[in-house]
């Protein structure tokens, strides 16, 4: 059965462009609530604990660059099938490939800066999470 939470993360380019408060908007008429939210900056060891999974790729490196570059929005994520909704409301990674009107399409810069992070399973949701927020700190309503 799919989970009724995700975790978000508007990136550091979205957040620099000025692009936050248009992505929260689409995110909620989309039918999302926000269960959890704050704005923090990532040192690089916690981009890299973060990304640990990714670890041995090519890319991790310049990956726990960006993500320490500046502020992000770490957001919790309510709704039914939260996950494949949320996959579909932000589109493809490479926004050139991403659908019209999604988050990608719209605010990314490219498939490196591409504006936002969606959990892809219920299981990573609720790890990456947990990495942000304590259940202190997720509203239940």
Same mark, same amino acid.
């Given at each position: 059965?799919?989970?009724?939470?995700?975790?978000?993360? $508007? *990136?550091?380019?979205?957040?620099? +462009?000025?692009?936050?408060?248009?992505?929260?908007? #689409?995110? /909620?008429? +989309?039918?999302?609530? $926000?269960?959890? #939210?704050?704005?923090?900056?990532?040192?690089?060891?916690?981009?890299? &604990?973060? =990304? +640990?999974?990714? *670890?041995?790729?090519?890319? =991790?490196?310049?990956?726990?660059? =960006? #993500?320490?570059?500046?502020?992000?929005?770490?957001?919790?994520? %309510?709704? /039914?099938?939260?996950?494949?909704?949320?996959?579909?409301?932000?589109?493809?990674?490479?926004?050139?490939?991403? %659908?019209?009107?999604?988050?990608? *399409?719209?605010?990314? *810069?490219?498939? %490196?800066?591409? &504006?936002?992070?969606?959990?892809?399973?219920? /299981?990573? &949701?609720?790890?990456?999470?947990?990495?942000?927020?304590?259940?202190?700190? /997720?509203?239940?309503?």
């Amino acid at each position: 059965m799919a989970g009724k939470r995700t975790f978000s993360m $508007i *990136k550091p380019d979205a957040v620099a +462009a000025g692009n936050s408060g248009a992505i929260l908007k #689409m995110i /909620e008429e +989309a039918g999302f609530r $926000i269960v959890a #939210m704050k704005m923090t900056r990532l040192t690089l060891a916690q981009a890299g &604990a973060f =990304y +640990a999974v990714h *670890k041995e790729r090519p890319f =991790y490196q310049d990956l726990c660059n =960006y #993500m320490s570059s500046g502020p992000i929005i770490a957001l919790v994520l %309510e709704k /039914e099938n939260a996950v494949e909704d949320f996959r579909k409301l932000i589109g493809a990674t490479d926004p050139a490939k991403a %659908e019209e009107g999604t988050i990608r *399409k719209l605010f990314a *810069k490219s498939i %490196e800066a591409n &504006a936002i992070h969606g959990s892809d399973s219920d /299981e990573n &949701a609720t790890i990456e999470s947990a990495f942000f927020f304590s259940k202190l700190e /997720e509203v239940n309503a």
